[in-house]
């Protein structure tokens, strides 16, 4: 069976990659992804200048997956724009930059920066992150985010993505579609990042188990599933000629095909790739593969956006 996708005027030799901010903040993490059955490799979202992030713990896997108050910990976008420099080519492996500035400013000096490096590498703009206290997320709040997109456009002549929050309600799903539809570079969505500010408790201790936000962090793992399928699959019906790409929940061959089914061209790893390291990969890629197999599918296009309805 072939796993392999093209888009973007590129070609990976599978369709599965890891979240941003799952062991890509640091260069031996993104070599140890590239030396991976990873198909391509995004970095941590960078901000403009180095951060540290917010205090400890900030982490903390559960049974159902994970929550994380990060605070965007990030080496600062030269330190990325580096490693972007020295991959070239990544051996066709497809290198893609998180940009998550932490003004609109700050993301068009990034885009600016990165138009003017002319790399193969491709932004993915994080309109998401849950967890810096005092900035809501601008993929929530439909005025900022249809200004932000027009400042990007400005500031960046390629194809870039956007990395959207979890939306819960068609009129949402409606209105961010309208929104993104306007602009024609704008080649593709990562749907989706973390469900934001949930709240896991400690029986035992009494205590929530993330210091930052009192332990309110961003949700992944089994939580997300559901919702980030009906993300992938609402956005690949609304965004014609725009691609999805799924992110959320995926832990086995067994949801990479549900998101690939929903309509999925390429399908993120993130709770899982932190608790079981980029092994993940080759044995995602190993079930999937079997569960193709045993439909009697060849390819990824036999079956790409064809989830049923009843
Ligand atoms: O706290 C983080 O660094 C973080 N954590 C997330 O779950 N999503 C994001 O986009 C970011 Cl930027």
């Not at 309208?178 to 709240?199: D, M, Y």
């Amino acid at each position: 069976v072939d796993l392999s996708v093209t888009w973007l005027g590129r070609a990976m030799p599978g369709c599965l990659y890891n979240a941003s901010g799952v062991w890509c903040r640091e260069e031996d993490e993104l070599a140890a992804l590239r030396a991976s059955a990873a198909a391509a490799l995004i970095t941590k979202s960078a901000t403009l200048a180095p951060r540290d992030g917010n205090p400890e713990p900030r982490y903390h896997p559960t049974p159902l997956g994970s929550i994380n108050s990060m605070g965007l910990p990030n080496r600062g976008f030269d330190y990325y724009l580096d490693f972007a420099r020295r991959y070239g080519d990544g051996g066709g492996k497809p290198l893609f930059l998180s940009l998550s500035g932490l003004t609109l400013d700050d993301n068009c000096a990034m885009l600016r920066r990165l138009a003017e490096a002319g790399l193969p590498a491709l932004p993915e703009i994080n309109l998401s992150c849950p967890n810096v206290p005092g900035k809501p997320q601008l993929g929530y709040d439909f005025g900022a985010t249809a200004e932000a997109l027009d400042a990007f456009d400005a500031a960046y002549p390629g194809l870039y993505g956007v990395k959207l929050p979890p939306y819960f309600d068609p009129a949402h799903f409606a209105a961010m579609a309208e929104i993104l539809n306007r602009h024609r570079r704008l080649a593709f969505v990562t749907c989706i990042n973390s469900i934001g500010n949930g709240l896991v408790v400690d029986v035992d201790s009494e205590a929530v188990v993330i210091k930052p936000k009192d332990g309110l962090g961003g949700l992944g793992g089994d939580y997300v599933l559901p919702t980030a399928l009906a993300n992938v699959r609402e956005f690949c019906r609304l965004l014609p000629g725009k691609d999805v790409v799924g992110c959320g929940g995926v832990k086995s061959g067994r949801e990479a095909f549900m998101h690939i089914l929903a309509g999925a061209r390429a399908v993120q790893v993130g709770t899982c790739l932190h608790q079981e390291g980029p092994g993940a990969f080759a044995r995602i890629a190993a079930e999937l593969a079997a569960l193709m197999r045993a439909k009697g599918y060849r390819r990824l296009d036999d079956f790409r956006g064809r989830l049923r309805t009843l």
